[in-house]
């Protein structure tokens, strides 16, 4: 006949502890990622223009804003999409 294992109340304890600790510990992680989402920077698209194709943005007016330095024109869409 197989030999049923002695365990004792000590054991059982020491396990429920290695238990709680892993479970706080992804309580933890879980909650440092949600957090971390709202403070991330948010994903901004960036779209490259040619100067033909900027001038037919302007044209239709789908340009809410243009910054030129140097020979370098940036802006924003209308649809909030940023082009350079």
Known sequence: MAKIPNFNKKDLKGNKNYRNIGLYLLMLIITVSIISSFFEPKSI???????????????????????????????????????S
């Not at 100067?51 to 909030?80: A, H, P, R």
């Open 45 to 83: 698209t960036q779209q490259e223009l040619t100067y033909s194709e900027f001038l037919k943005e302007v044209e239709i007016n789908n340009v809410s804003k243009v910054t030129i330095v140097d020979n370098t024109i940036t802006g924003i869409l209308m649809d909030g999409t940023e082009f």
